[in-house]
């Protein structure tokens, strides 16, 4: 029977990976650098050291690198560094809240952000638990934070589900042997991915005709 459900946050609750991808295309573009989809994409849900370690190689350097995050912030900064929920995300949250089922959050992105981002679209309420990349060694795709937002619950990992958009992150769910709902956002998931997950649905709102 499931008790909890393990929520990623950029690019399955809130719509940014989309929004932050475009604008590091152009932020480096201001500065002469032709930076691609394909190279973001390598970046989404690994923790922050990761990212910006492939990401300072990806740019060619430190100096570019901060020059870039520079330009990302001034952008994100015009939309108060607020981004939507997902279609479905707050129909969901209310299902499981009414259902007494237990909502957290297990996110790659450091402790702030995911608290800011998610107070910004007055969801933070209804996680009771939440998990940041910051909180292990290893991110994803290990499954240490899934281990870890398991272990808070106080629950078995037969009592839970994850909702997942990448692969990196949906690798890391079942490598800790959760049952894993995947929702696309920017890239589609593998073979592997498909085989092992629970269910591959198109949107968090497609979910709820399951239930």
Aim: hydrophobic share 45%; with cysteine.
């Amino acid at each position: 029977m499931i008790k909890a459900a393990i929520f990623d946050m950029d690019g399955l609750l809130i719509d940014s990976e989309r929004i932050i991808m475009q604008a590091c295309i152009a932020a480096a573009a201001e500065i002469g650098i032709t930076y691609t989809q394909a190279e973001y994409t390598e970046l989404i849900g690994r923790a922050w050291p990761d990212s910006t370690h492939r990401m300072i190689a990806q740019l060619g350097g430190e100096e570019n690198f901060n020059r870039v995050m520079q330009g990302l912030d001034a952008r994100l900064a015009e939309h108060n560094h607020t981004f939507p929920l997902k279609a479905g995300a707050l129909d969901l949250l209310n299902h499981y809240k009414i259902n007494g089922i237990i909502c957290s959050v297990a996110s790659s992105s450091p402790t702030h952000h995911i608290t800011h981002r998610l107070s910004q679209v007055g969801v933070l309420d209804f996680f009771s638990h939440i998990t940041s990349g910051q909180e292990v060694t290893h991110g994803k795709p290990s499954p240490d934070i899934y281990l870890l937002a398991v272990k808070k619950l106080g629950l078995d990992a037969a009592e839970c589900i994850v909702f997942e958009d990448s692969e990196t992150g949906a690798c890391a769910a079942i490598a800790a042997g959760l049952k894993v709902v995947v929702v696309p956002d920017l890239l589609q998931p593998s073979k592997y991915v498909r085989e092992h997950c629970q269910q591959v649905v198109v949107s968090l709102e497609d979910w709820l005709n399951y239930l």
